[in-house]
C-alpha cells in the first residue's frame, strides 16, 4: 500500500476496516520532535519570567531597596489631637494646629497612611515617590456618633 492511499480517507459510505487497522501516524523527523519541545520551553519560560516581572513591578517589593519618600498633607478635624502613622513606622506624629503634618522616611511604593483621632482610624492610600514627596491633601475626619455617657 502506498503513502497516498494510506493516507486517503475511506470512500463516503463504505467502511473499510484495512484503513484503520493500516493506518500509522505521520513520521517526524529524527532530532525535530526535541526542537519543537525546546522551542516551547525556551517560550513559555519567556512568557513566566515577562508575567513575574509584571507582578513584581507592581508589588511594593520592587519599590522598597529604591528609597524613601515624604508624605505631606492636612488633617480637618472638629478640634485638635489628630495624630498620623504608617504601617510601617508606628510612631504617632501629632498634627499642626493648623492641621498640617508631614510623615518623612517613608518607604518608596504603596503604603497605608493612617489617622487617628478620637478613638477612631482612617486609612488612606498614598503611593510613595522615590526620594520625593506626595501631598495628600486634605484629609476630612469627623466622628460619626457620640460616646455613651454614663
Not at 505521520?26 to 516581572?53: C, D, K, N, T, Y
Not at 501629632?94 to 486609612?123: K, N
Amino acid at each position: 500500500m502506498t503513502d497516498e492511499q494510506r493516507s486517503s480517507q475511506p470512500p463516503q459510505g463504505q467502511f473499510d476496516p484495512d484503513y484503520y487497522v493500516q493506518w500509522q501516524p505521520p513520521v517526524i523527523p529524527p532530532g525535530h520532535g526535541r526542537r519543537v519541545v525546546r522551542i516551547a520551553i525556551v517560550f513559555l519560560s519567556s512568557v513566566l519570567v515577562l508575567i513575574a516581572l509584571v507582578a513584581l513591578w507592581g508589588s511594593n517589593l520592587i519599590a522598597l531597596p529604591g528609597g524613601r519618600g515624604d508624605i505631606v498633607g492636612r488633617v480637618a478635624a472638629p478640634a485638635g489631637g489628630a495624630v498620623v502613622f504608617t504601617g510601617t513606622d508606628l510612631t504617632e506624629i501629632p498634627v499642626a494646629a493648623d492641621g498640617s503634618f508631614i510623615v518623612r522616611g517613608v518607604p518608596s511604593g504603596r503604603q497605608i497612611l493612617y489617622v487617628a483621632f478620637a478613638g477612631t482610624a482612617w486609612e488612606v492610600a498614598v503611593d510613595v515617590p522615590n526620594q520625593g514627596t506626595v501631598d495628600v491633601g486634605v484629609i476630612m475626619v469627623q466622628p460619626t456618633a457620640e460616646p455613651v455617657q454614663r
